[in-house]
DNA sequence: ACTATATATGAACATTTGTTCATATGTTTA
DNA sequence: TAAACATATGAACAAATGTTCATATATAGT
C-alpha cells in the first residue's frame, strides 16, 4: 500500500481526535473509525503495493472493451491478419488497427510478417488463462 | 459468434467477388481474405456467444478502474465499513459509495448493516480467483 | 422529536476512451 | 518505378466514465 493513502489515513485518526478535543494513544482510535490504528497498518501491510493495483486496472483495461475482447477471442481459437480480423468481427481496418496497437503495446499479443500481411496472434498462455478465468465466472 | 457478425462477413466475400468479377464458389474466397469461407465458418463457431463476450467485457470494465481494484483489495483482507474503507484509501466518501453500488450491482461485493454503518465485503470466492490471476500476471 | 452519524444519490463537470476520416508507411507485383 | 495492396496513425468527434458538490435517506442516541 501506497504511503500517501497511509500518512492520509494517519492524519485523519489525528484531526479526529482534535475535533473532539480527546488525546490520540496509540492503540485508541475516533469514533467514527472502527478499525483501531494497528488494524490498520496490520491491513495496509497485507495489500499489495498501489503501484501493483495499478499495473492491476490497466492490465483488465485491456479485457474491458467487447472490441478487444472479440479480438482476443478470435485469436485464441489462431492467427490472423487484419483484414481477415476485421471481416470477421465486422469492425473497420482502422478501428481494429488501433485496437491491435493497443494490445500490442500491452503485451497481450504479439504479430510477424509475412509479406503484404501482418499476422496476429496472442502473446502467451497467461492471456489465455485470464480470459478463461473470467468467461468462467461470466458462464457460472 | 454472433449471427450479425457473420452474416456482414459473408456479404463482404460477396461483395469482393462481385468487384472482381469473379464467381464465388463455396468453399473459394477472394484474394484479399486469406481465410476459406470454410475456416471463417469453423473459427466462428470456436468462439463464445457474442453476448458472452459483451459480458465478459462487463465483468472486466469492474476491476479496469484503479480506485475499484484497490477497494476490492482492501476487501480481500477483511470485511470493512464506508468510512473505514474511505479513510484507509484517501478518497472521498461519495466517490466511494458510487463505486460501492457499481461493484454490488456487478455482484463482486455484498454488504450487510449492522446499526448505523454498512459494512462490505467481496461476494464470492470468484472474486478472489480473478483477482489473483491478474495479479499473477502483473507481477511476473 | 431532535440531533448527530453513516451511507446513498442526482446533477454538473472534467477526463478518458473508442471510432471515423483522411492520409502515411511499407511491401509486392506488373 | 508506378500501381495496388495491407497496415498504421494523427486529428476530430462522440460517448462513456469517475469525481465533486449538494442533498437525501436511514439509524442511533438524547
Do not use: W
Not at 492520509?8 to 488525546?23: D, M, N, P, T, V
Not at 494490445?103 to 488463462?129: M, W
Amino acid at each position: 500500500m501506497n504511503i500517501c493513502s497511509y500518512v492520509y489515513f494517519i492524519s485523519l485518526l489525528f484531526s479526529a481526535f482534535a475535533e473532539k478535543g480527546k488525546k490520540m494513544t496509540k492503540e485508541n482510535v475516533p469514533s467514527f473509525l472502527h478499525l483501531t490504528a494497528a488494524q490498520a497498518r496490520e491491513l495496509a501491510k497485507r495489500m499489495p503495493e498501489e503501484e501493483t493495483l495499478y499495473e492491476l486496472a490497466d492490465l483488465y483495461k485491456m479485457f474491458a472493451d467487447s472490441t478487444r475482447v472479440r479480438i482476443l477471442s478470435a485469436l485464441r481459437v489462431q492467427e490472423l491478419c487484419v483484414l481477415d480480423l476485421a471481416a470477421l468481427l465486422g469492425i473497420s481496418q482502422s478501428a481494429l488497427s488501433h485496437q491491435l496497437r493497443i494490445l500490442k503495446q500491452a503485451k497481450l499479443i504479439k504479430c510477424r510478417r509475412e509479406g503484404k500481411i501482418i499476422c496476429y496472434s496472442l502473446a502467451d498462455e497467461h492471456v489465455e488463462s485470464i480470459f478463461r478465468q473470467g468467461l468462467d465466472h461470466v458462464q457460472e
